[in-house]
């Protein structure tokens, strides 16, 4: 089945710096991606749709600022955490699809991202 | 926008037995997909079942099937012959243009 790689798994980093997240489809061209944020035990929240070349729709509440995505080509969108603080320290996770989302979207292995 | 409520924050079940678990969800569309995934202590997400809202006939995979009441917006898990390797977290989620998740039941398979 496709494969989507998700680097780092885990980054433990000090407050004030900026980690970038990268998701990578290895036996596809992913369309779309998704990046979702997920707090322990809770649910998968939507963060922002990309779409390759074009920019990114964040969820409303979503800071575009803070959280940069980008998707350059059709196999790799990255995640970029600017100036993280305690508060950002979650679990993220990457998905992509190829043409429609009736399909199903292949998940990424996520990335706990710790913030100090 | 669309809504997906699993009102079952936790459930567990014996062995060989048999659970089901429940997602509702709100939409004003009429064509849409409807997914179960779990999501073990690894927290990997691995596609349960899917069923697409245009086919009348309740999907099923295996042990896994669904019951998919359109009318009422319903979409339950059934879980056949529970193993302890089911135990994990069960995601209902709702798609369209992306893909939304309910807040989680966590089974718990007992020997």
């Known amino acids: 089945g496709a494969v989507v790689s998700q680097h780092p798994s885990r980054v433990i980093c000090k407050s004030g710096t900026s980690v970038k997240i990268e998701c990578r489809s290895l036996d596809f061209q992913a369309t779309t991606m998704f990046w979702y944020r997920q707090f322990p035990k809770k649910s998968l929240m939507l963060m922002a749709t990309s779409n390759e070349g074009s920019k990114a729709t964040y969820e409303q509440g979503v800071e575009k600022d803070k959280f940069l995505i980008n998707h350059a080509s059709l196999t790799l969108s990255t995640l970029t955490v600017t100036s993280a603080h305690p508060e950002d320290s979650s679990f993220y996770i990457c998905?992509?699809?190829?043409?429609?989302?009736?399909?199903?979207?292949?998940f990424g292995s996520g990335t706990q991202l710790s913030v100090l | 926008a669309q809504t997906v409520t699993q009102s079952q924050p936790e459930m567990s079940v014996q062995e060989a037995e048999t659970v089901t678990l429940s997602c509702t969800y709100d939409?004003?569309?009429?064509?849409?997909?409807l997914f179960w995934y779990k999501q073990p202590p690894s927290r990997q997400m691995i596609l349960v079942i899917r069923?697409?809202?245009?086919?009348?006939q309740n999907a099923t995979e295996n042990r896994f099937s669904v019951n998919f009441q359109k009318a009422a917006k319903s979409f339950s898990l059934k879980i056949s012959d529970s193993q302890l390797g089911d135990t994990a977290m069960y995601f209902c989620?709702?798609?369209?243009?992306?893909?939304?998740f309910g807040a989680g039941t966590r089974l718990t398979v007992k020997p």
């Open positions: 989620a709702f798609a369209r243009n992306d893909m939304r």
């Open positions: 998905s992509a699809i190829v043409g429609t989302v009736s399909e199903k979207l292949f």
């Open positions: 939409t004003s569309e009429n064509n849409y997909y």
């Open positions: 069923q697409e809202a245009y086919k009348q």
